[in-house]
């Protein structure tokens, strides 16, 4: 079973940063593609972010020029930092790995970003 580890999260002010992480096995760090989604309770998962075992980033719109994926290989570690946060940017947070081709795929536990004055 591939464990996803997840870091990061909590409490921010509108305007404010945040910082998440994922740890993932280097076994399949280097040939997954790597990325964030995010749920609200009674809505769909939707992709935030994602970093492709080929280097290209993908954004959601909404996310755009505020947020940044970035894929460290030494440390098989995926990061999301998300600047300028917003009320409606509050969700749970779930790193994802999905492998090209096979489509297989591993989620982590998920981390509460919670953007409130």
């Known amino acids: 079973q591939v464990q996803l580890v997840e870091s990061g999260g909590g409490l921010v002010q509108p305007g404010g940063s945040l910082s998440l992480s994922c740890a993932a096995p280097g076994s399949i760090f280097s040939i997954y593609n790597l990325g964030w989604y995010r749920q609200v309770p009674g809505k769909q998962r939707e992709l935030v972010a994602t970093?492709?075992?080929?280097?290209?980033?993908i954004y959601a719109g909404s996310v755009k020029g505020r947020f940044t994926i970035s894929r460290d290989n030494a440390k098989s570690t995926v990061y999301l930092q998300m600047n300028r946060l917003k009320p409606e940017n509050t969700a749970v947070y779930y790193c994802?790995?999905?492998?090209?081709?096979?489509?297989?795929?591993?989620w982590g536990q998920g981390t509460q970003v919670t953007v409130a004055s």
């Open positions: 994802n790995a999905r492998r090209p081709i096979t489509d297989t795929q591993y």
């Open positions: 970093a492709t075992s080929g280097g290209t980033t």
